[in-house]
């Protein structure tokens, strides 16, 4: 199932489904690791004796993004509880930070308390076994961790011009073993156990409470979770969301993001306000699916791990190819250099990529056999994904002319892999040898492959004419 709202920065990516339930966490690596399995953390509200989780029916729910941002604007009515809220969640643009602001409409005649639960529902680094989470009594705040990832929970309430930072009131417990839910069902009387510690299988769920919002008046509250490597690391991250207050992380994040999409002022012509809007939107969404580490990765959410066991969080030579030469031609220059950097750090010895990769650079998982029907060798790969990586960054250089960040690559990305292309021939027809194909169907020797080497060697051609190498230039020309 598709997520709706995926939010991030490169590193930290956060995803939300149709029924606005948090469902992903990746973390370092856009698509790797997932905290969460996928599993959903519920968000809920109790008001006079009622309780409510956000993925009610009873809910009209809106769920869009503000304008130009990577923040989101979701709106909840509920007839049957008097309330609104809204939402505007994010992930800042540096830091692993994610915030979520809710200003809370009470529509009824008299004054109420609203109470705010936020659960999560933890997996940490993909696996239940041996998580930990802990309330922080000096934090006034949660703490899940395992391992060398930590999650610091922690909140705001805002409301008649006080301000109270601090949970309200959480919950800690086991989830998935001998028939126990989680914490989440403990919110559901509007209170929660307030168990100090638990470790294992376990899940945790904050509350703030939010009093006294007078009749048709209106009250704020912010949630956030920092996310780093230890103890000190999340602390402190904490502590600077204390001091400058978390508004403060939405506003730059809204103010960055605005920035970037509009980074290089484009004649959009007589296209309309409505396909100005989409395009710009499907810049910052595609953005959140590419990793610091230069992965352009196919997609991220775990729903297929139920049906497959496996996922799309990888990245694909041709798939990320092809959005950076896409990206090339929007004007992002920092993202498509950083693909080229992975896929010049992984090429083979042989100058051929291989399948996928995971983002952090290793071998992705393959069923591309090494081994053909009739037991002799062959190489495991689709070709027209080297040779598209090949295509996409002469389209980069003919953009941008950034002869000091292709020079390098020259030598140990384009010649090894054009060299691999001129040799790996079936010797009859002195076509492209047998690969798979794009769809990962079938092998052979096949007409879109055969046109992407075409290109593929057209580009070497093209860099060894510019870098002054006549007789490489004829060798790829000739091939």
Partial sequence: ????????????????????????????????????????????????????????????????????????????????????????????????????????????????????????????????????????????????????????????????????????????????????????????????????????????????????????????AFHWMAVGEDFPEVSQLDALVRERGPLAFLQRTSHYWHLWVNKDGLDYADLSPETITFYRRSLLILRTQIDHAGGIIAANDADVLHFSNDTYSYMWPRDGALVANAMSHAGYSEITRDFYDFCNAVLTPDGYLLHKYNPDRSWGSSWQAWIGADGKPQLPIQEDETALVLYSLWQHYTIFHDVEFVAPHYRTLVTPAADFMVSYREPHTNLPEASYDLWEERRGILSYTTAAVYAGLDAAANFSMIFGEEELMNKYRKA
């Fill in 1 to 220: 199932m598709p997520r709706d709202l995926p939010l991030g920065n490169g590193k930290l990516l956060v995803n939300f489904d149709k029924s606005y339930n948090l469902r992903d966490i990746y973390w370092p690596y856009v698509g790797e690791e997932l905290h969460t399995r996928g599993d959903i953390s519920h968000t809920g509200v109790w008001v006079d004796g009622q309780f409510a989780w956000l993925d009610a029916p009873e809910w009209q729910r809106t769920m869009v993004y503000d304008d130009e941002t990577l923040l989101s604007n979701v709106t909840l009515n509920h007839s049957g509880l008097q309330l609104q809220l809204v939402f505007n969640d994010g992930v800042d643009f540096t830091r692993t930070l994610f915030v979520r602001h809710v200003t809370v409409t009470n529509q009824a005649n008299h004054p109420r308390e609203v109470r705010l639960f936020f659960h999560y529902d933890w997996h940490i680094w993909d696996d239940a076994e041996g998580n930990t989470v802990l309330y922080a009594p000096a934090l006034q705040s949660l703490v899940a961790y395992k391992l060398r990832a930590y999650f610091l929970l922690n909140g705001q309430v805002q409301v008649n011009g006080s301000v109270t930072t601090g949970i309200t009131s959480w919950a800690t417990g086991t989830k998935e073993i001998n028939g126990a839910e989680g914490t989440w069902r403990d919110a559901e009387d509007g209170e929660l156990g307030r168990n100090p510690i638990a470790q294992g299988s376990v899940d945790s769920t904050i509350a703030l409470h939010i009093p006294d919002i007078t009749a048709n008046g209106t009250a704020e």
